[in-house]
């Protein structure tokens, strides 16, 4: 079946510092979601990536789906506190409706 | 959005007990409610898909008979989680699925605890 996969698993940035979170799926997908869980909470939705080689910015959060539609990423620049917590993607086959997380990337930071 | 309310957030059970956790579709008639579990610091893995009016979907290796679905209306789908025991300790996380872009807007959590 359809396997996603997060690299890093854990992340340690200092405070100011750029970083980048990367998401891998074994098959084609016709969708990208990525979601935010802070420590203690439910996970939040970010975006949605649909086309191929989409590039999607809010503020500091740049979000981008590979050519093939098959891996993502997610890159913040200037860290702060509040982006602590754990960032899933998700993604959606190309034949139907099941959303597959990935494992998740745990993002601390240093201030 | 969808607003998605889970109760209870928090319970401590005795094992062989069962529990039944409750997941609300506050402004939003959700024809289907998804049911996740999360372990420690690990992924969301789906459970089942519950349908309004009909036997929920099962994903392979959950147990039907062990975590009960029922959605019985366009705002409501419960969980029971039957005979307890200390291995079905985890976070069960209820999500409704948004009409725009098919994003999942997801309840606050319920964190089981099984002595």
């Known amino acids: 079946g359809q396997q996603v996969m997060q690299i890093p698993q854990y992340q340690h940035v200092q405070e100011g510092e750029d970083f980048t979170t990367y998401c891998n799926s074994s098959?084609?997908?016709?969708?990208i979601q990525w979601y935010k869980q802070r420590p203690g909470g439910h996970p939040v939705f970010l975006i949605q990536?649909?086309?191929?080689?989409e590039v999607k910015k809010q503020k500091r959060l740049t979000f981008q789906f590979g050519e093939a539609k098959k891996n993502s990423s997610l890159h913040i620049t200037a860290t702060q506190t509040t982006d602590v917590g754990t960032y899933f993607c998700?993604?959606?086959?190309?034949?139907?409706?099941?959303?597959?997380f990935g494992g998740g990337t745990r993002v601390l930071v240093k201030p | 959005g969808a607003v998605v309310s889970q109760h209870p957030s928090r319970v401590i059970c005795k094992s062989g007990t069962s529990v039944k956790i409750e997941c609300r579709s506050l402004d939003f008639q959700a024809t289907t409610m998804f049911w996740y579990r999360q372990f420690p610091k690990k992924s969301l893995m789906l459970m089942a898909t519950s349908n309004e009016g009909s036997k929920a979907t099962y994903e392979q290796g959950v147990e039907k008979d062990k975590f009960l679905i029922n959605h019985a209306s366009l705002t409501l789908s419960t969980l029971t989680v039957t005979s307890a025991h200390p291995e079905d300790s985890s976070f069960y996380i209820c999500?409704?699925?948004?009409?725009?872009?098919?994003?999942?807007?997801f309840g606050e959590g319920s964190r089981l605890t099984v002595l």
């Open positions: 098959t084609t997908l016709s969708n």
């Open positions: 990536l649909v086309k191929s080689g």
């Open positions: 999500s409704v699925r948004g009409a725009q872009n098919g994003e999942l807007f």
């Open positions: 998700a993604g959606r086959g190309a034949a139907g409706n099941k959303l597959t």
